[in-house]
């Protein structure tokens, strides 16, 4: 599975970005989806999970509330609307599918597309 995410950008404190993630082939049905960032000198950390089905969700404490992952199956994506930006979600975010059932480890999932850069000016 070959993933594509876009939708970055430069966004002011407080403000709204949606991040897409597109699919190559439709067995990305199959896959539990996940979003992650990784700012510079960080490790990468998991901001949001979505199940192979659409019916479970999971998200870290620090962006719970803010952040809403979703997917449409019939279109190949899944889809990061984030809310209430702050200057610490900046970071390049990545898109990863997964054969298990919601991991957040990094190293669960095997599919990751290119990245896309968000950045939150204060």
């Known amino acids: 599975v070959q993933l594509q995410a876009y939708g970055g950008g430069l966004v002011q404190a407080g403000g709204s970005l949606r991040l897409s993630c597109a699919a190559s082939?439709?067995?990305?049905?199959?896959?539990?989806m996940g979003w992650f960032r990784q700012a510079p000198g960080k490790e990468r950390e998991f901001v949001a999970g979505?199940?192979?089905?659409?019916?479970?969700?999971y998200y870290p404490d620090s962006v719970r509330a803010r952040f809403a992952i979703s997917r449409d199956t019939a279109k190949n994506t899944v889809s990061l609307q984030m809310s209430s930006l702050k200057p610490e979600d900046t970071a390049i975010y990545y898109c990863?599918?997964?054969?298990?059932?919601?991991?957040?480890?990094?190293?669960?999932?095997?599919?990751w597309g290119q990245g896309t850069q968000v950045t939150v000016s204060s």
């Open positions: 990863a599918a997964s054969r298990l059932v919601l991991p957040f480890m990094p190293l669960a999932y095997d599919f």
């Open positions: 082939e439709p067995t990305f049905s199959n896959y539990t």
């Open positions: 979505i199940s192979w089905s659409g019916g479970r969700t």
